[in-house]
């Protein structure tokens, strides 16, 4: 294990398929202690003792499609619906510029309309005063589309593929989810110019260790240079939530060990300590930069819009300010020796390389 691990170390993806999914199975804590501490050695080396911060405003959560395991599901009729305007969405940012965060993620329901379009076009061009780095995480949309938003001021996109099993995944959503579209829609983004994220859920039903070392490797294939991964949580009002047979402790596992095993293989890429670890655990999101993550995405949405955008049951930090939850994540932080990082838009050392 330990020549196995000295080696991921050495260079970016100096493991076989084989060899990540041996990372992936380990079983004793001991074990699975070191996999964690080496991985974050490789975010001490390529970040340092920093913590990149984007705030995350949820947009709305109005969504065309019907994911078997997603709370804001087009079917689900126990959600009242909303959409933010402009003008809420640049108070939030204006939140997100007084925190010191130099960095912003937009993220809502995928809306493919002419409409839709126009609206994020506008709300780019009403935040390029804040100068942030700006992430947008709006789903599939044509590459056209793709290109107007990235001319109106955005850098970064975000869109996971949920898993890279293709026959997983039609077992996730419904026929008219394309899993080869999302895959051309990663191809787009990049021929863009965008910063590209992409990422996976852990512990889907019927999932399998083979299926995550595949999605690690699919990864570096989709030239990613932003990794969003969390455990996949059970909403009450979905179709897939009766399959949800995993302990929490088991998926916050999984995923910590998900976060180790992509850093120890692509090295410098921003990877996100995601809100969803926070759901199965206090201190998830520490546990995830111990783990290898460099990245936090702090939700800067107003608390009164929080409750409406629950992709998963047990969402943390409903009523929490904005600022209370600064000053949690700042002494979470130091408490690891972690400090955010206030100097940069945390643009990944991979997309500058280029
Ligand atoms: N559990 C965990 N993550 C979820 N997402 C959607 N529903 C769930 C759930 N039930 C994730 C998906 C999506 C991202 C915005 O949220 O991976 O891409």
Redesign the pocket.
């Known amino acids: 294990m330990k020549t196995l691990i000295d080696k991921a170390m050495e260079k970016p993806c100096n493991l076989s398929l084989d060899e990540i999914e041996r990372l992936l199975s380990l079983s004793s804590s001991d074990d699975r202690t070191s996999l964690r501490k080496a991985a974050r050695a490789l975010k001490h080396r390529y970040f340092g003792n920093k913590v990149s911060i984007r705030g995350i405003i949820e947009l709305g959560n109005i969504c065309a499609k019907d ?1 078997y ?3 804001i599901r087009k079917s689900n009729r126990n959600v009242e619906r909303y959409r933010l305007s402009i003008a809420e969405i640049e108070r939030m940012a204006e939140t997100n510029a007084a925190l010191g965060y130099k960095s912003l993620v937009l ?1 809502g329901g995928e809306i493919e309309s002419e409409e839709n379009t126009r609206f994020i076009e506008e709300t780019l061009k009403a935040l390029a005063k804040f100068d942030f780095g700006i992430t947008l ?1 709006l789903g599939e949309q044509t590459k056209d589309v793709y290109r107007r938003w990235k001319d109106a001021g955005a850098s970064r996109y975000l869109l ?1 593929i ?1 898993t890279s099993n293709r026959e997983l995944y039609s077992t996730l959503h419904p026929p008219s989810c394309d899993w080869r579209r999302r895959a051309e829609c990663l191809k787009y983004l990049n021929e863009c110019g965008y910063q590209t994220g992409t ?1 996976t ?1 852990s512990s889907l039903p019927g999932q399998t260790i083979n299926d995550l070392a595949h999605d690690i490797v699919f990864f570096n294939e989709s030239k990613a240079v932003m990794i969003g991964m ?6 009450p009002d ?1 179709p897939l939530a009766k399959c949800d047979l995993i302990s929490n402790q088991d998926k916050l596992e999984r995923a910590l060990d998900m976060i180790a095993v992509t850093r120890l293989y692509l090295h410098d890429v921003n990877i996100a300590s995601t809100t ?1 670890l926070e759901a199965l655990a206090a201190d998830g999101r520490e546990q995830g930069i111990l783990a290898g993550a460099n990245v936090v995405m702090p939700n800067v949405t107003d608390v009164t819009r929080r409750k409406a955008y629950q ?2 049951s047990g969402k943390p930090g409903l009523d929490e300010t904005s600022l209370a939850a600064k000053e949690r994540l700042d002494a979470a932080l130091a408490a690891i020796g972690e400090e955010i990082d206030y100097a940069t838009r945390g643009d990944s050392p991979r997309a500058q390389g280029e």
């Open positions: 994911c395991y997603c709370g993220q995480s996971r949920e990422g859920m969390g455990p996949y949580l059970s909403h979905t969803a992709l998963y």
